[in-house]
């Protein structure tokens, strides 16, 4: 369970206030993956980084049983002179899972080949995302938090990251963030509208889809 607890964000940006969670109080339900729907620039990267712990709220808190995850395939904390074999055991110590299993996991998953043992600072932004995906999947989570992952590399390597994301549905939730309404309809069962600054759950997400869609159309 997450529960946002009055959360509000504002930002001031060149002397412009805005306000992205402006005193929302909801819950997202334990094992329930949730699709965050808004319009661009509504604030749900931003609600995201504030649940993962990485954005601090203006004002409010967040409270939650069980783990959340970092963003999925956020690579902003891998350090650019350690390999990605030396940046996935890292995370592991971090996160007090086996180091070995963890950099195996990762190195068969990512499909870098040698570049696994090369240093983060000589990775392309493809090969970056594959191993920050592949970090996220070999650890097991409570709630999983989704940033348009989907849209990561080849369509072999979005099917596979797909198969291995839905084996770890089985037994965790999500808050997904997605453009694609055939990806949110195939991994999320609720929803939850963010419009300015204000958030609305729903149990089903269709109805969420159709605020979403009345928004867009306004």
Request: proline fraction near 3%; hydrophobic fraction near 45%; charged fraction near 20%.
């Amino acid at each position: 369970m997450i529960h946002l607890d009055h959360l509000t964000k504002t930002f001031i940006l060149k002397g412009q206030r805005k306000t992205v969670a402006d005193d929302i109080s909801a819950t997202f339900p334990t094992g329930t993956s949730v699709a965050l729907l808004g319009r661009n620039g509504a604030g749900k990267s931003s609600l995201l980084k504030m649940i993962a712990g990485t954005l601090d709220p203006t004002s409010g808190q967040i409270l939650s049983t069980g783990s959340i995850s970092f963003p999925v395939g956020f690579a902003g904390s891998f350090h650019p002179d350690l390999t990605g074999a030396q940046n996935a055991r890292f995370v592991a110590r971090i996160y007090a899972v086996d180091t070995e299993e963890l950099s195996d996991f990762v190195e068969d998953f990512a499909e870098l080949g040698k570049y696994f043992h090369l240093p983060f600072r000589t990775y392309s932004a493809g090969m970056r995302s594959r191993l920050a995906f592949g970090v996220s999947m070999a650890i097991p989570f409570d709630t999983y938090l989704v940033d348009e992952v989907t849209a990561v590399g080849d369509a072999a390597f979005r099917n596979k990251s797909s198969t291995v994301f839905r084996a770890r549905m089985a037994s965790a939730g999500a808050i997904v963030v997605s453009h694609s309404m055939a990806v949110l309809r195939d991994l999320c069962s609720a929803g939850a509208v963010l419009e300015n600054g204000k958030l609305i759950y729903y149990e089903n997400l269709e109805d969420a889809i159709k605020h979403h869609n009345r928004n867009m159309a306004a």
